[in-house]
């Protein structure tokens, strides 16, 4: 079965800094997708980040950056000059095409002033 | 560009009341439809999926039922809420290509009493 992971229930991180957020995975297959999920105190589940497991070059997009290693299955997200506005969960996410999308518990992140 | 309209945002029924959750998209056709919940403060569970008119996959056995009644509605739907139906249920849409994230819609926060 496929399996999602993040061990990182909470997390808080100094406006300006950096914080990493931990997710691994369980498949068998050997291509996919990982996505990462923001959901702000409003709810609102919103993108923030994907990676194709058959690209090498890891995904950036502006303050967000991903680790991703796939021998290790292993993906992980790095927010750079961290903002009070990132204060959200944050869900690691996994498909292997199959129209089902695997979730992890997700890791609560808290920026502080 | 494609939007998704979930509604209602906030309901709060009695225990053995009937449910009906709305989710429509637009700007596009044929999409995949989800259902998921969210406990409180926890990972995302996926309830239904479809990937067209009339197809439901269901994922957990349960009080719930989904129906797609046009390309671009889905239903949840219940005929007895339990206390245990309580929860947040976001409803989401990915293009019909395995590489698409999900986009999802606002949210709808049932209370059952």
């Known amino acids: 079965a496929q399996t999602v992971t993040q061990s990182q229930p909470e997390m808080s991180v100094q406006e300006a800094e950096t914080v990493t957020l931990s997710c691994t995975y369980d498949?068998?297959?050997?291509?996919?997708?990982l996505f990462w999920y923001k959901q702000p105190p409003s709810r609102q589940m919103i993108l923030v980040i994907r990676q194709e497991a058959y690209k090498q070059q890891n995904a950036t997009e502006n303050r967000f950056s991903v680790n991703f290693q796939k021998a290790a299955k292993s993906f992980s997200l790095k927010i750079s000059d961290s903002q009070l506005g990132d204060t959200a969960m944050y869900f690691c996410?996994?498909?292997?095409?199959?129209?089902?999308?695997?979730f992890g518990t997700g890791t609560r992140l808290k920026v502080l002033a | 560009s494609q939007t998704i309209h979930q509604w209602p945002a906030t309901l709060v029924q009695p225990v053995g009341s009937p449910l009906s959750l709305e989710c429509t998209v637009e700007?596009?056709?044929?999409?995949?439809l989800y259902w998921y919940r969210q406990a409180a403060g926890r990972g995302l569970q996926l309830l239904f999926y479809s990937v067209g008119i009339g197809q439901i996959s269901s994922e957990v056995p349960q009080n719930l039922s989904a129906s797609r009644p046009q390309d671009r509605q889905f239903i949840l739907s219940s005929k007895k809420l339990l206390l245990s139906d309580s929860g947040f249920y976001l409803c989401?849409?990915?293009?019909?290509?395995?590489?698409?994230?999900?986009?999802f819609g606002n949210g709808t926060r049932l209370t059952v009493t």
């Open positions: 700007g596009t056709s044929n999409p995949n």
């Open positions: 498949t068998s297959e050997s291509n996919y997708y």
């Open positions: 996410a996994f498909t292997s095409g199959t129209y089902k999308y695997i």
């Open positions: 989401a849409w990915s293009k019909d290509s395995s590489n698409s994230p999900l986009h």
